[in-house]
């Protein structure tokens, strides 16, 4: 039932966003483009009710439990980025708004971008952690919050994997590639002599 809950709330949040820029730049309600923008944060809302809802009524937290944390924890982190990159995009394609920017490949630009976005992880977890850790508190039944536990411990693997495998790899590779090229740049300035 609460895994339903998830993917309809899923669901709502792109409907509402959609239904925001529609108002926003089609039909040039601003306000109202804004309010249903700002109605996105209401669908976390409405998963976290029913989640604690269903936990309270005597539920055994399961994997759709530990689910729904993660799902709100990203959310909170990363929600109202992707709603500046459907805004931006929507405005280019139908109000003549600028292009949207693209992050290099490669450089201290897309260091940067990495970094951002490890932080943005990072607060994902920290909030689904909270939120498995208040769960299992609320509850007070171990036996009843086992998934929450096993799901804390993922969290913090796939942060692990994150960090290793984006930001520090693509900030090893940039220090590299200017070492590299620092080096080219004085061979040949030897080469000039």
């Given at each position: 039932?609460?895994?339903?809950?998830?993917?309809?709330?899923?669901?709502?949040?792109?409907?509402?966003?959609?239904?925001?820029?529609?108002?926003?730049?089609?039909?040039?309600?601003?306000?109202?483009?804004?309010?249903?923008?700002?109605?996105?944060?209401?669908?976390?809302?409405?998963?976290?009710?029913?989640?604690?809802?269903?936990?309270?009524?005597?539920?055994?937290?399961?994997?759709?439990?530990?689910?729904?944390?993660?799902?709100?924890?990203?959310?909170?982190?990363?929600?109202?980025?992707?709603?500046?990159?459907?805004?931006?995009?929507?405005?280019?394609?139908?109000?003549?708004?600028?292009?949207?920017?693209?992050?290099?490949?490669?450089?201290?630009?897309?260091?940067?971008?990495?970094?951002?976005e490890f932080g943005k992880a990072l607060?994902?977890?920290?909030?689904?952690?909270?939120?498995?850790?208040?769960?299992?508190?609320?509850?007070?039944?171990?036996?009843?919050?086992?998934?929450?536990?096993?799901?804390?411990?993922?969290?913090?693997?796939?942060?692990?994997?994150?960090?290793?495998?984006?930001?520090?790899?693509?900030?090893?590779?940039?220090?590299?590639?200017?070492?590299?090229?620092?080096?080219?740049?004085?061979?040949?300035?030897?080469?000039?002599?």
């Amino acid at each position: 039932m609460l895994i339903a809950w998830i993917v309809g709330c899923e669901i709502a949040f792109w409907v509402v966003l959609a239904a925001g820029l529609a108002c926003r730049y089609l039909l040039r309600m601003r306000r109202t483009g804004a309010g249903l923008l700002a109605a996105t944060a209401a669908v976390d809302l409405v998963l976290l009710v029913v989640a604690a809802l269903d936990l309270r009524a005597g539920g055994t937290a399961g994997r759709a439990h530990a689910i729904a944390a993660v799902f709100l924890g990203c959310s909170v982190a990363f929600g109202p980025s992707m709603v500046r990159w459907a805004d931006v995009r929507f405005a280019h394609r139908f109000a003549g708004g600028p292009a949207p920017h693209k992050v290099p490949r490669r450089g201290p630009e897309r260091v940067r971008y990495e970094w951002r976005e490890f932080g943005k992880a990072l607060v994902a977890g920290v909030v689904a952690v909270v939120l498995l850790q208040a769960a299992r508190w609320w509850i007070g039944d171990p036996r009843r919050t086992e998934a929450l536990q096993g799901m804390t411990q993922f969290v913090g693997f796939a942060l692990v994997v994150w960090l290793l495998g984006w930001p520090v790899w693509v900030s090893v590779a940039q220090l590299l590639t200017a070492h590299i090229n620092g080096r080219k740049q004085n061979t040949s300035k030897s080469k000039r002599r």
